[in-house]
Structure formats: structure tokens, C-alpha cells
């Protein structure tokens, strides 16, 4: 129905960047809020960034100031710039979307399968 897939983790030191992707494909009419979340070893998974469709975007305070998240609406796509990145942001990070589709009025939540994020000298 709706796939979202994620691309870009992998191992960087402390200090470093990464650049993650999320592509939304499917039988998509709308995609609404575009998120991206994490979730560590032992840790449940928590919200990193969002992007609404009005534009508007909330980061998680850990992350304010080193991560930027930007979205192409007519691409279905979102991108996460993460700099200065510590271990502690380490995790398999996740696409979020909420999606209208061809077959349902209302938006639905989709999940992509995550890219592992690990950062480690």
C-alpha cells in the first residue's frame, strides 16, 4: 500500500555527520506529517524531528542545533542532516509518515524498517 524506506545510516566517529533519506511510495493521494524517530538498545523509540504539511517542524532537544530535517512534498521524500554527532545518538532511526491513500479518506500511520545510526571511535 504504502512503502517507506529509509537509506544513509552506518558508523561515524564522534563529531562527525550523516545524511539520512526517506522515500514514501504507494497509492499515495496525501502525505501529512513526515517524522523521523530513533530507538536505542533497551530505549523505547522517541521522536527526533517532525515536519507537518503547513511546514512547521519540532526537533527533540537532544538533537536541537545539530540535526535539520527537510522534506520535498511533491517528492514524497525527507531528509535528516545530522552534524556533530555523539554516541549517545546512536540507534536504528525510522521514517514516519501519515498518509492518505487511494483507499482510505483518512491518513494512516506507515513505518519504514530503519537504518541502523551507530557513532563510535
Known amino acids: 500500500q504504502v512503502q517507506l524506506v529509509e537509506s544513509g545510516g552506518g558508523l561515524v566517529q564522534p563529531g562527525g555527520s550523516l545524511r539520512l533519506s526517506c522515500v514514501a511510495s504507494g497509492n499515495i493521494v496525501t502525505v501529512y506529517d513526515m517524522g523521523w524517530y530513533r530507538q536505542a538498545p533497551g530505549k523505547q523509540r522517541e521522536l527526533v524531528a517532525i515536519?507537518?504539511?503547513?511546514?512547521?517542524?519540532d526537533y527533540a532537544d537532544s538533537v536541537k542545533g545539530r540535526f535539520t530535517m527537510s522534506r520535498e512534498l511533491a517528492k514524497n521524500t525527507a531528509t535528516l542532516e545530522m552534524n556533530s554527532l555523539k554516541p549517545e545518538d546512536t540507534a536504528v532511526y525510522y521514517c514516519?509518515?501519515?498518509?492518505?491513500?487511494?483507499?482510505?479518506?483518512?491518513?494512516?500511520?506507515?513505518w519504514g524498517r530503519g537504518t541502523q545510526v551507530t557513532v563510535s571511535s
Open positions: 515536519i507537518r504539511i503547513r511546514g512547521d517542524s
Open positions: 514516519n509518515a501519515a498518509v492518505v491513500t487511494t483507499t482510505n479518506q483518512y491518513a494512516n500511520e506507515f
